[in-house]
């Protein structure tokens, strides 16, 4: 059974601080890896990984994907209260026709 | 373009009822899809369809049926409501399923079922 398990479950941060969260992954034949931000309504896309090692960056964000240990990490630097939302990490698998979301971790990002 | 539209926003049902849950897009997509969301875990997979007139099951299917007689409209059923199916539901939905990456997703829908 294809599992998607993302830790810490939530964690509290002050401005400026740096978060790093983490998504590991049990599919059978991997296509990509993605990442959303989930604040209070629906999910919006941050992120697509398909290789292993090539960072993609967006701003503050960034993620990396490892293939060989089937991980990925989200990393936010220079937090801000904005950030504060559930980040849901999910796999798609190379029949491209479901995605498997992980229980996401909310992050909570004080002033 | 709307995007992917659903309604109602939210709804509140007697165990035993039925109802539909609406869902549309004009973006000509021929992926669609519905998930739940219970709180403190991710989406789960209900129903997808991959073009009009085709539907599958996802991870969590009992208790819903879908239909896709058009490309834009996608409408999940509730045929007998249960206190477990109190959630938030969202339609989503891709150029193709190999798109996924690019999957846009509705507003949703809060039903509880008392």
């Known amino acids: 059974e294809d599992k998607v398990v993302q830790s810490p479950l939530s964690l509290v941060v002050h401005e400026g601080d740096t978060v790093t969260l983490n998504c590991s992954y049990e599919?059978?034949?991997?296509?990509?890896l993605l990442w959303y931000k989930q604040e209070k309504k629906a999910p919006t896309f941050l992120f697509m990984l398909t290789s292993s090692g090539i960072e993609k960056k967006s701003g503050r964000l960034s993620s990396i994907l490892d293939k060989k240990e089937l991980f990925s990490i989200l990393n936010i630097t220079a937090t801000q209260t904005g950030d504060s939302a559930v980040y849901l990490c999910?796999?798609?698998?190379?029949?491209?026709?479901?995605?498997?979301f992980g229980g996401g971790t909310r992050v909570l990002v004080k002033p | 373009n709307a995007g992917v539209t659903q309604t109602p926003k939210f709804q509140v049902l007697k165990t035993g009822q039925s109802m539909t849950l609406q869902c549309a897009q004009d973006m000509n997509h021929e992926y669609m899809s519905w998930y739940r969301q219970d709180p403190g875990m991710g989406l789960r997979l209900i129903h997808y369809s991959v073009g009009a007139g085709i539907t599958d099951q996802g991870e969590v299917p009992n208790g819903y049926n879908v239909s896709r007689s058009t490309t834009e409209d996608f409408p999940l059923r509730l045929l007998s409501a249960a206190p477990s199916q109190t959630s938030v539901y969202f339609c989503a939905s891709a150029e193709e399923s190999w798109g996924q990456e690019t999957q846009y997703f509705g507003p949703g829908t809060r039903l509880l079922v008392l």
């Open positions: 599919v059978t034949n991997f296509r990509s």
């Open positions: 999910a796999v798609l698998k190379a029949a491209g026709n479901k995605l498997t």
